[in-house]
C-alpha cells in the first residue's frame, strides 16, 4: 500500500481540485482529507456519512469563582497569557496545566477539550476519511494523525493498494502530521513569485522529514518565466516536475457543480490532470 | 487600530490585499504591516522591505542539572505534552513537543531544572518606504509557529495603523493572529470552496469578538454566492475585485494592485473609511 500527500506551502494552489480528480482517476483506493480545519474535498466528491465520531484531545483550565481567592498566581505564571482579570480565555489556553497545579486553594480544574469529529464517509469513488477540527481549536495535528491512521486502518482492512491524501496549507504542524511517513508528497505549485517561495520551503519540509517529492505546476500559462524558473529550481534540485496544467476556467466551474474536474469536460485542465496522473501512478506503483 | 487580513481558504488574496492597503494608505497615515503567516510569510516580496532588526523566536526548553536531580519523575508527570521522560539515570527531553509552559522547572522539588532558549524562528523588521514592516518567520522543520506569531504581534505600533497579514485556515495559528485586532477583513473567492472556508472563518472571528468584512476577490458577474450569504449573515461586502488576467500577472511579478495599478488605491482608501467608520459607530453604540 502506498500513500500519496498533496501539499503546497501556498493555499489556493490547486491542491483540493487535483486530489478530487486523483480520487476519479485512481483504482482501489482510500481518499484522507488532512486540511482538518478547512476541509473541502468533500464539496467534489459529495459523500454519504457513515460513521461520525467525537475528536476529545488537550484540556482547558476552568476556575471555580466560589473557591478562587484572587490570589493571582495563576495569571503571573501562565506563559500563554491565557488568564485575564482571573478568568481562563480557552482560546489562549494550551492546557498545560501549570496554573491546576499551582492554585494553592485547588480552585482551578482541568477539563478534557472537544476539539473536532471525523467520519469515515462513503464516496461514488471509494471511502473518505475526514474531519472537521472545532473552531479556534488546536492538535490539528493530532487530529491529521488520527485521519491518516484511520485511512491507513481501512486500507488494511479491506485490501486497498493506494492513500490518496489532501492536505493543508503551510508548513507547520498539521502539515508535518500530513507527511511524516508518506511514500510520495505532490507539490502543487503556482508560476508567481510567493508561489516559488512557498515551494522551496515546503520542499525543505519534505527533505526534513525525508519524504520524496514531485512538483506539479497549475496555472503554468498565468507567467511562463516563472514557470521556467520553478523547472529550473527543480532540475537543480533534482526534484521531477510531473505536470504542468494550463489556466482553464472549467476548473472553478467544476468546483461549482461539485464534480471533480476529470469528470466535467475533457478540457485543457483536464487532461493535463490525467496525464500527471498517469506519470504519478508510475512512480506510485499502484493501479 | 489593528487590522487583521483572514481568509479561512488559502490563496484567496490575503496577501495582495494586505500590501495594496498598506500602500494605498501610506501617504494619508502612518502604517505598519506585520507578516503574521509565520509559514509562508510573502508581503516582502511584494514591498521589498530594507530589513534592519533580526530577533530570534525562542522557546524555553528545560535543561536539567544533573548533580541535583534525583529522577524522581515529578517533571514528567506535569508535562501535559509529554515533552520529558525520566528513565533510570537519565531524563530525556523531546525539545520539538515541548511548549514552553514553565511547569517542570517551576514544580521540580529539588530546583534541578533551568531553562534555556531553543530558536524555531526569527522575526524581522525594517521598512518599506514609510511603511514600517515587520514579519516572522518559522524554521523549516519546526510544528509551533504560534510563538513566532506572538513575537510578532508584540512589535505592534499603536500609534499607526497597523495591519496583521495572516495564515489560512481557522486553527490556532489564525486565532494567535486575529485575536486582539480591532476589525477583520476577510477575504474570499466566490465559489464553493471560498464560501464553505469563509463560513468558518466568520464563525472564528465571531466566537473571538471581532467585527469583520468581506473582500471577494476573483470577482465574476452573476456569481452571488458570497454576496448571498453576507446579506443574510448582515456581513458587508467593503470591495470587490474582479478576475482579470492582468491583476494575475502582477501578482505574479510580485507587484502589489495598489502599485501595478494605481486607480485601485482609491478602493482600498474607502475600504478603510469604512472600517473606520464601522468602529466609531461600534464605540458610540458601546458607550450608549
Known amino acids: 500500500m502506498k500513500e500519496v500527500v498533496v501539499l503546497s506551502g501556498k493555499g489556493g494552489t490547486g491542491k483540493t481540485s487535483i486530489a478530487g480528480c486523483f480520487a476519479a482517476l485512481a483504482r482501489n483506493k482510500v481518499l484522507a482529507d488532512c486540511d482538518v480545519d478547512a476541509a473541502d474535498l468533500h464539496l467534489l466528491l459529495q459523500p454519504k456519512y457513515r460513521r461520525n465520531e467525537e475528536f476529545w484531545s488537550g484540556q482547558s483550565a476552568y476556575i471555580d469563582d466560589k473557591t478562587c481567592t484572587g490570589c493571582g498566581l495563576c495569571e503571573e505564571l501562565c506563559r500563554f497569557n491565557a488568564i485575564r482579570n482571573l478568568k481562563v480565555d480557552p ?150 516536475v510531473e505536470g504542468e496544467i494550463p489556466f482553464d476556467t472549467s476548473v472553478n466551474q467544476a468546483v461549482t457543480r461539485g464534480v471533480p474536474l476529470v469528470e466535467h469536460n475533457d478540457g485543457p485542465a483536464s487532461r493535463a490532470i490525467k496525464q500527471l496522473w498517469d506519470n504519478m501512478k508510475v512512480l506510485f506503483s499502484t493501479n | 487600530m489593528i487590522i487583521s487580513v483572514a481568509s479561512g481558504k488559502g490563496g484567496t488574496g490575503k496577501t495582495l490585499v494586505a500590501t495594496s492597503l498598506a500602500l494605498s494608505l501610506k501617504d494619508t497615515c502612518r502604517v505598519q504591516l506585520l507578516d503574521c503567516d509565520v509559514e509562508e510569510p510573502n508581503d516582502h516580496l511584494f514591498l521589498r522591505p530594507v530589513i534592519t532588526d533580526r530577533e530570534a523566536v525562542c522557546i524555553p526548553v528545560p535543561k536539567v542539572d544533573y548533580t541535583k536531580c534525583t529522577f524522581c519523575g515529578e517533571c514528567a508527570r506535569v508535562c501535559a505534552y509529554k515533552a520529558i521522560a525520566v528513565v533510570p539515570g537519565s531524563v530525556l527531553v523531546f525539545d520539538q513537543l515541548c511548549h514552553g509552559c514553565g511547569a517542570c522547572s517551576y514544580l521540580c522539588p529539588e530546583g534541578a531544572i533551568s531553562e534555556e532558549g531553543r530558536e524555531m524562528g526569527v522575526v524581522e523588521s525594517g521598512h518599506a518606504d514609510v511603511i514600517k514592516f515587520v514579519q516572522g ?32 485556515g481557522t486553527s490556532c495559528p489564525v486565532v494567535e493572529a486575529v485575536r486582539d485586532t480591532d476589525y477583520c477583513l476577510l477575504v474570499t473567492e466566490p465559489t464553493p470552496f471560498g464560501l464553505h472556508d469563509l463560513k468558518l472563518a466568520v464563525e472564528t472571528v465571531r466566537q473571538l469578538g471581532i467585527p469583520c468584512g468581506v473582500i471577494i476577490n476573483r470577482a465574476v ?53 469604512r472600517i473606520t467608520g464601522a468602529m466609531h459607530e461600534r464605540s458610540r453604540c458601546a458607550q450608549r
Open chain 1, 91 to 240: 482560546t489562549s489556553c494550551e492546557g498545560c496545566g501549570f496554573c491546576y497545579r499551582i492554585c494553592p486553594v485547588e480552585a482551578i480544574t482541568m477539563r478534557d477539550n472537544l476539539a473536532g469529529h471525523w467520519f469515515i464517509s462513503d464516496t461514488r469513488y471509494g471511502p473518505l476519511v475526514h474531519a472537521r477540527l472545532g473552531i479556534a481549536q488546536e492538535n490539528s495535528g493530532k487530529l491529521v494523525a488520527l485521519v491518516r491512521q484511520q485511512a491507513r486502518k481501512l486500507a488494511e482492512e479491506a485490501d486497498y493498494t493506494a492513500i490518496i491524501t489532501d492536505g493543508p496549507p503551510g508548513i507547520g504542524c498539521p502539515v508535518i502530521s500530513s507527511l511524516s511517513g508518506a511514500d510520495l508528497a505532490l507539490l502543487v505549485t503556482e508560476p508567481t513569485l510567493s508561489g516559488i517561495h512557498d515551494l522551496e520551503r515546503v520542499i525543505g519540509v519534505c527533505r526534513h522529514f525525508k519524504v520524496p517529492a514531485s512538483v506539479c505546476i497549475n496555472k503554468y500559462d498565468i507567467n511562463e518565466e516563472k514557470a521556467s524558473e520553478i523547472k529550473q529550481y527543480c532540475a537543480n534540485n533534482g526534484i521531477k
Open chain 2, 137 to 168: 518567520r518559522l524554521t523549516v522543520g519546526e510544528a509551533m509557529p504560534t510563538p513566532v506569531i506572538r513575537t510578532v504581534k508584540a512589535r505592534i505600533d499603536h500609534t499607526a495603523t497597523a495591519i496583521l497579514d495572516v495564515s489560512p
Open chain 2, 221 to 273: 458577474p452573476g456569481e452571488n454566492l458570497v454576496q448571498n450569504y453576507c446579506a443574510r449573515e448582515k456581513i458587508p461586502v467593503l470591495l470587490e475585485i474582479p478576475l482579470d488576467r492582468e491583476i494575475a500577472r502582477l501578482y505574479s511579478i510580485g507587484k502589489t494592485l495598489a502599485e501595478g495599478m494605481p486607480e485601485w488605491q482609491a478602493s482600498f482608501k474607502d475600504v478603510y473609511n
